[in-house]
């Protein structure tokens, strides 16, 4: 199991920037994928960006082209560079890890643009 914490979540205006990371309690070498997923009231947790073992990424439409996943793994650490932000980019993002056996998720950080 791995112990994930994310940070840099905050209030931004529209059209800002924030990064997110999140730090894993143990190396992320051998994590097959991390992820970021975001979460409104009352919806289900979406899929924002994945990054694979190999540095392969992958966005949602919705971010495509404005939010950038990259991984570092000797500092054990993810990260999301949010650009050009939204009001409709509030939500809590959370951080997963997935091995082949196991799924865990960090606790989120609040991300609220303001318009």
């Known amino acids: 199991q791995v112990q994930l914490v994310e940070s840099g979540g905050g209030l931004v205006q529209a059209g800002g920037s924030l990064r997110l990371s999140c730090l894993a309690s143990s190396s992320i070498f051998s994590i097959n994928v991390m992820g970021w997923y975001r979460q409104t009231p009352g919806k289900q947790r979406a899929l924002v960006a994945t990054?694979?073992?190999?540095?392969?990424?992958n966005y949602a439409a919705s971010v495509k082209g404005r939010f950038t996943m990259t991984r570092d793994n000797a500092k054990n650490t993810v990260y999301l560079q949010m650009n050009s932000l939204k009001p409709e980019d509030t939500a809590v993002y959370y951080c997963?890890?997935?091995?082949?056996?196991?799924?865990?998720w960090g606790q989120g950080t609040q991300v609220t643009v303001s318009s």
């Open positions: 997963r890890a997935t091995t082949r056996t196991t799924t865990d």
């Open positions: 990054i694979n073992s190999g540095g392969s990424t």
